[in-house]
């Protein structure tokens, strides 16, 4: 545990090199707990249009953050092609751009089951979901 200064004290915890916890206390009764992925597991893979987004090899720096889909995906009717694979990673689609909520035009993708085989993957398309092809924008989160 680290002190810093009078009134916050965090703690971290590695649990299996994978996840982290952080806590932080202050002088007030409520405790904060907040979970972010330090190493993505090899198993954890987000491609859009056959590029990985996610993973290993990319890296987390899209993780819990709104991005939009290039103009060109945008424009195309039959792009994107999207792929999530792991089970404690999923992809959230957004019709509407800075990843806002519109009606039922918001999509899950990924299996977010740890009982599940940590090979699968689920795959959407426009061809799969029509409303995809004017999906404006995503987030990468952990399940």
Known sequence: MTN???SVS?????CGGASAFLTVRSNTTSNHTV???MSV?????VFVEGTEMYGKSSGTQLLNKCTPFPSSLVK???KPTLKVCGTETKMIIYLRNR????HSYQMDIG???TSAPSSSCVEKS????????TAQSFKIVQC
């Open 76 to 78: 195309d009717d039959s």
């Open 126 to 133: 426009p061809k799969t979901d029509r409303w995809l092809m």
């Open 35 to 37: 979970r972010s992925n």
């Open 4 to 6: 810093l200064g009078a």
């Open 41 to 45: 597991p090899v198993t954890q893979k």
């Open 99 to 102: 990843c806002e909520s519109y």
């Open 10 to 14: 965090i703690m971290v915890m590695l």
């Open 111 to 113: 299996v977010c089951d």
